[in-house]
């Protein structure tokens, strides 16, 4: 199932406070840039590229932050956007999206 990429998955999903990225300094930059960028973010505007997000990997695919940390617990089974989704893998920061 194609999971999309729009401001209410990207508001709803968990990696922007997971284990495997929150010591990374390259998903903190980008989640501080993402968390601006949806704030100021009007109804209907065009969603940032995915290259500078740091969340919803379930529906843009593998992180290309080299320091995250995969060996921390994945959350994607927790999150809302999962179970929507009916998504059954993890660490898609890591995997990529689902085929």
Known sequence: ???????????????????????????NERKLNMLDT????????LMPEPANMAAIYCSIGKSTCADIN???????NKCPVFS????????????GKED
């Open 38 to 45: 949806l704030a100021n973010m009007k109804e209907g505007s």
């Open 84 to 95: 929507e989704n009916n998504l059954s893998t993890l660490y898609y920061c890591k995997l």
């Open 70 to 76: 995969t060996d921390e617990i994945c959350q994607c």
């Open 1 to 27: 199932m194609e999971v999309g990429y729009n401001k209410r998955n990207l508001e709803r999903c968990l990696c922007k406070s997971c284990p495997v990225q929150i010591d990374s300094i390259c998903a």
